[in-house]
């Protein structure tokens, strides 16, 4: 079973930009959640889709938005790009989006913000 | 403010020997515990997990203990191999915030042969 998918791996952008960052969760999993990993702040939760819906979201600015598709694909979008957004964004799914189905993570993408 | 903590960076241990990764957490609505470890340019991997119903819970090498009052859980690795290097990260969720996890910052572990 193909693993969870995040593209692209690698992306650098600039300052004021946006960026979108894609997410290809296991097949049959309808959870679909984000998390930004910084050296400082750690990993912290962005937000999470259930069956399209956002479930719950994470303290970030309304510069972050995400949305999940029917087929259980989610991409997050990031306006206006500060330097401090430069962070590995990580993607995770799983099963039922309740507390006994551990999340899977993708490898993440690597933002880096000049 | 930190609520979930794992107040050890890094930790050496000796091939064959116990390995104990420790975590604090302050948030008594967590009710769910995880552990995951994460290699270099790779997501994190779940580990194991357990439930504030239980104290103790077992996968082979690997045994997460809950102490409920003193709102702190612990990982052992038991016999530690070289291949166990990586960083342990502990999380915890409450039970009506579906998948939202708070994570500690971390612990690196080395295994050294």
């Known amino acids: 079973k193909a693993g969870v998918t995040q593209t692209p791996r690698y992306l650098i952008k600039t300052r004021g930009q946006q960026v979108t960052l894609s997410c290809s969760p296991i097949?049959?999993?309808?959870?679909v959640s984000w998390y930004q990993q910084t050296p400082g702040q750690g990993l912290q939760f962005l937000f999470e889709?259930?069956?399209?819906?956002?479930?719950n979201k994470g303290n970030f600015p309304g510069r972050f938005s995400g949305r999940q598709f029917s087929n259980s694909r989610s991409e997050m979008n990031v306006s206006t790009l500060e330097l401090g957004d430069s962070a590995l964004y990580l993607c995770?799914?799983?099963?039922?989006?309740?507390?006994?189905?551990?999340?899977?993570f993708g490898n993440g993408t690597r933002l880096t913000v000049t | 403010d930190q609520q979930v903590k794992q107040n050890s960076p890094s930790l050496s241990v000796q091939e064959g020997r116990i390995s104990i990764l420790n975590c604090d957490y302050t948030?008594?609505?967590?009710?769910?515990f995880l552990w995951y470890k994460k290699y270099p340019a790779e997501g994190p991997t779940f580990l194991i997990s357990?439930?504030?119903?239980?104290d103790k819970n077992e996968d082979g090498r690997f045994t997460v203990f809950l102490n409920k009052s003193a709102k702190h859980l612990s990982l052992h690795i038991v016999p530690s191999q070289p291949g166990d290097s990586a960083v342990y990260f502990c999380?915890?969720?409450?039970?009506?915030?579906?998948?939202?996890?708070?994570f500690g910052g971390g612990t690196r572990l080395m295994v050294k042969p």
């Open positions: 889709y259930f069956s399209e819906t956002q479930r």
């Open positions: 097949s049959g999993h309808r959870s």
């Open positions: 357990i439930s504030s119903i239980k």
């Open positions: 999380a915890a969720s409450e039970s009506n915030a579906g998948n939202m996890l708070t």
């Open positions: 995770a799914s799983s099963l039922g989006g309740t507390q006994g189905s551990p999340l899977h």
């Open positions: 948030n008594s609505m967590f009710d769910y």
